[in-house]
């Protein structure tokens, strides 16, 4: 590809490790399509991502930055592409969190599309609800200005109705497809450990049931340990850890899944993913469709279950048969069906050709008419 500008927007906080896998995916799928220039990373937490990164060659930006950047743009009519990271952050279920999603993630939207000439790519997603005024917005804000949007789930495909809405498995689905010949072949551990990676769901209308739900799981696995997959930015594990079972914690996921001896029940997506590709199984409790949609991708229905109505005693049973016969979960793993990181790649190639036939024209007129 030329050298052009290149943004990767909505990147949100390594603090959320699931939040920063997506983000190293999303660059490395990038890097992956042929595009090697530097990468403007827009964050929302700019301070976190400073030495997370493992490619080296991006520049860290925060939205307020973004937006000066972009009134320049308008001005020089410098095209660029436009790359959103994979996730579920374009959706409005309630007033507040349509107007924050709105401020946040609308206002680059809208700034990515005031660059003429650009392309806007949106790497797998779960999109909506688009509930009230905020999220009617949102809606028609990424059907009119986000050029292709790949989408990893039916429901979210159905719900936006983009014209170039492509149905694909999350980022770390394909990651965990294209990897799991390597997951596989290591040697036998003993799995004797069981990590727990629970998340405050007050705001679901199955809230009771599901803290009933997760402290009788706790008495029947009393030696699993919590561990942490988000902390800080008003999403922190730790707090609802205190809160509720009274104990604090300060091991993350990542450092309890260095040792890969161990089964996973997370009630976070990201923290079950980022599991199985560590070469740990995980049970996940699903509180939404992307659950549900990532597992049933990889050929894993019988490991999710939804976190409103979830039996502990038949999860506390499939974690001891887990812990004693690990196997029988990576050979439910369908990886073949799953692994269309390739086609993700090849759809991200033709979009740049694209992007740079339309770039070549633009230059050849601007240089006649400069001529005349």
């Not at 990373?41 to 930006?61: G, M, R, T, W």
């Not at 997506?269 to 070469?279: D, I, N, P, Q, T």
């Not at 490991?303 to 050979?331: C, G, K, M």
């Amino acid at each position: 590809m030329k050298a052009h500008d290149v943004f990767l927007l909505h990147a949100y906080s390594p603090r959320n490790s699931g939040d920063g896998l997506l983000v190293k995916l999303s660059l490395e799928a990038i890097r992956a399509s042929g595009i090697h220039q530097r990468v403007t990373v827009v964050c929302l937490d700019k301070a976190a991502f400073e030495n997370y990164l493992d490619d080296h060659d991006v520049e860290l930006i925060s939205l307020v930055e973004f937006v000066v950047r972009t009134a320049a743009r308008v001005v020089s009519r410098r095209p660029a592409i436009f790359f959103g990271v994979g996730g579920g952050y374009l959706r409005s279920g309630h007033p507040a969190e349509g107007w924050k999603a709105l401020i946040a993630h609308g206002t680059q939207i809208l700034c990515a599309a005031a660059c003429a000439g650009s392309r806007t790519i949106y790497l797998p997603q779960s999109v909506g609800p688009f509930n009230g005024l905020a999220g009617s917005i949102l809606k028609r804000l990424v059907q009119r200005h986000v050029g292709t949007i790949f989408l990893r789930d039916d429901k979210s495909i159905q719900e936006l109705q983009h014209w170039r809405g492509i149905r694909i498995g999350d980022l770390v689905v394909l990651e965990i497809a294209r990897r799991v010949q390597v997951t596989v072949v290591q040697p036998a551990i003993d799995r004797q450990k069981v990590y727990f990676v629970f998340r405050d769901l007050s705001g679901k209308p199955y809230s009771d049931a599901y803290l009933r739900n997760i402290k009788r799981l706790r008495e029947l696995i009393p030696d699993a340990e919590f561990v942490l997959q988000s902390s800080g930015r008003g999403n922190s594990d730790d707090a609802f850890y205190r809160r509720v079972f009274g104990i604090e914690c300060r091991t993350s996921l990542r450092e309890a899944l260095q040792h890969r001896d161990a089964v996973v029940v997370s009630v976070r997506l990201h923290g079950s993913l980022e599991s199985v590709l560590a070469g740990v199984p995980s049970v996940h409790l699903s509180y939404e469709r992307k659950g549900i949609a990532a597992y049933r991708d990889l050929g894993l229905d019988e490991y999710v279950f939804h976190a409103s109505d979830f039996d502990p005693a038949a999860i506390a049973t499939l974690v001891e048969q887990l812990r004693t016969v690990p196997h029988l979960f990576w050979n439910g793993l369908n990886a073949a069906s799953a692994n269309r990181y390739k086609e993700l790649l090849e759809y991200i190639k033709n979009e740049t050709r694209h992007f740079d036939h339309a770039s070549d024209g633009r230059k050849f007129f601007a240089s006649r008419d400069r001529g005349l």
